[in-house]
């Protein structure tokens, strides 16, 4: 990995996600958030501060070095027990069934291969357990849709692997969860990359 991508990068996607604009997203899930959560991709770990009197822990797994010290930062002082591991979403190091709520905040756009993390989601959530995402991704306009597949391997490049054009809700579903709760709608610009999607998942 080179410089950019172990330094800089991190640096500029956190700043990127502490935007205000996303703020009503984190607070949504937070007051949504019961029990054992696992969060996929903690990056700076910007959701703790939303989390109710019923989460009673956090696992935050963040395959990023960089990341990793961010979130230990944001664990610290937290009113509930955070325990952070390098790992990645398609090979979670968590037992069956043993979480009550997974939360993704735009890192379903992130991880390589979203089915297969999705799969590991479905794997650790216990009956009755639900997947409480926000996600950009496509768009419902065609005109932007086209955009956004032109820019997507520039996009990826440039924004450690982010794409722009994933169709979130679709993919959830097609990994074996009903949506419910759903909302839609762009938030800010570019259009490209502010398509966001915000529900609840939960396993068929
Ligand atoms: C745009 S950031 C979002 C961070 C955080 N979820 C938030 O809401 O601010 C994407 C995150 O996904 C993480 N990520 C990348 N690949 C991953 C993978 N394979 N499994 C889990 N997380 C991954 C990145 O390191 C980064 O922390």
Redesign the pocket.
């Known amino acids: 990995m080179g410089w950019y991508a172990r330094y800089v990068l991190?640096k500029l996607?956190a700043s990127?996600?502490r935007q205000k604009d996303?703020v009503p997203f984190?607070s949504r899930i937070g007051r949504a958030a019961t029990g054992r959560v696992l969060?996929?991709?903690?990056?700076?770990a910007?959701?703790l501060p939303f989390y109710g009197p019923d989460v009673t822990a956090v696992i935050g797994?963040?395959?990023?070095r960089a990341?990793l010290d961010m979130a230990a930062e944001g664990a610290r002082g937290a009113a509930f027990p955070c325990r952070l591991l390098a790992?990645?979403?398609?090979a979670l190091p968590i037992d069956s069934g043993s979480i009550d709520t997974v939360v993704?905040?735009?890192?379903l756009?992130?991880?390589?291969d979203a089915a297969a993390?999705l799969a590991e989601v479905r794997r650790v959530l216990r009956p009755g357990g639900k997947l409480l995402f926000a996600e950009h991704g496509r768009s419902p306009e065609p005109s932007v849709r086209r955009w956004q597949d032109r820019l997507n391997p520039v996009w990826l490049h440039l924004a450690?692997?982010?794409n722009i054009n994933r169709p979130m809700p679709a993919l959830i579903e097609q990994a074996g969860f009903s949506v419910s709760d759903l909302s839609t709608g762009y938030v800010g610009r570019p259009k490209v990359a502010t398509f966001m999607f915000s529900g609840v998942g939960t396993p068929r």
């Open positions: 991190p996607l990127a996600m996303l984190r969060e996929l991709g903690i990056g700076p910007l959701n797994i963040e395959p990023s990341f790992a990645r979403g398609d993704t905040t735009w890192t756009c992130t991880v390589p993390v450690g692997g982010c």
